[in-house]
């Protein structure tokens, strides 16, 4: 799992800390569960493909859990994965608008391609 830089994990720590004060504990359980226990130390690769994929399969864990709990005892896994597929894709681009960023551009992390200076 890629994690996060010191800068954001301590600004979404506190926050979540902020909201646990204000009684909001479901949305500090979820950015704690988030987060995970400690910051990235060390810048790695991560590609905007890795990170589709990381959604993906997320999106799949969603979906399995949907199952558990309907105790679902069949699936059709192409029509899950198109309704996947279209979720992934609205999820990224209202996160990126959310966040202000400029899906157009390539991420800090993303790998140089032969040629680029990164």
């Given at each position: 799992?890629?994690k996060?830089?010191?800068?954001?994990?301590?600004?979404?720590?506190?926050?979540a800390?902020?909201a646990r004060?204000q009684?909001l504990?479901?949305?500090?359980?979820?950015?704690i569960?988030?987060i995970?226990?400690?910051?990235?130390?060390?810048?790695?690769?991560?590609?905007y493909?890795e990170?589709?994929?990381?959604?993906?399969k997320d999106?799949?864990?969603?979906a399995?859990?949907?199952?558990?709990?309907?105790?679902?005892?069949?699936a059709d896994v192409s029509k899950?994965?198109k309704v996947?597929?279209?979720?992934?894709?609205?999820?990224?681009?209202?996160?990126?608008?959310?966040?202000?960023?400029?899906?157009?551009?390539?991420?800090?992390l993303?790998?140089?391609?032969p040629?680029e200076?990164?």
């Amino acid at each position: 799992m890629t994690k996060l830089n010191t800068t954001i994990y301590r600004k979404l720590f506190a926050q979540a800390e902020e909201a646990r004060e204000q009684g909001l504990t479901k949305l500090a359980n979820g950015i704690i569960d988030a987060i995970g226990p400690e910051p990235e130390e060390d810048v790695k690769e991560y590609s905007y493909g890795e990170f589709q994929d990381d959604v993906h399969k997320d999106l799949w864990r969603l979906a399995t859990r949907l199952m558990v709990y309907y105790d679902v005892e069949s699936a059709d896994v192409s029509k899950i994965d198109k309704v996947i597929l279209s979720w992934a894709s609205k999820i990224t681009d209202d996160l990126e608008s959310s966040l202000a960023i400029d899906h157009s551009l390539k991420g800090p992390l993303d790998p140089a391609v032969p040629g680029e200076d990164k």
